[in-house]
């Protein structure tokens, strides 16, 4: 049994070390690849709700172009403008230590932002 709870933990690691890191501090614009498609999703917090950023297509002009809060429905008030530059990168502007976190699309890349404050 112990044998086991250190494999899951060693796999954890590598998981958790695979996975790409992003740094910026607060107010720059992040300009990084997620791939092509449909929807985003980002978690930033543990005790928070996962939200979602539908991508515009000409099609979806109500419910596109905003991050949402999937337990509510309700768009998120304080996140940052985001767009997407030739289809492949997540650009978000003037961004906050709240838009740390792990952001993910539909085909399984999956990336993580870390917004530094630079008070030391």
Not at 7 to 28: D, I, T
Not at 45 to 74: L, S
């Amino acid at each position: 049994m112990k044998l086991l709870v250190i494999f899951l933990c060693f796999l954890g690691f590598l998981e958790a070390s695979s996975m790409p890191r992003y740094y910026f501090e607060p107010g720059q614009n992040a300009k990084i690849y997620i791939g092509t498609s449909k929807n985003l999703k980002r978690s930033v917090g543990i005790d928070k709700p996962i939200q979602v950023y539908r991508v515009c297509n000409g099609n979806n002009k109500k419910t596109c172009g905003f991050w949402e809060n999937t337990k509510n429905k309700k768009k998120v008030a304080k996140a940052p403008k985001t767009v997407k530059k030739e289809k492949v990168y997540l650009v978000l502007r003037n961004i906050t230590t709240a838009d740390s976190g792990v952001y993910y699309n539909d085909n399984g890349i999956y990336l993580s932002i870390d917004v530094l404050n630079n008070s030391w």
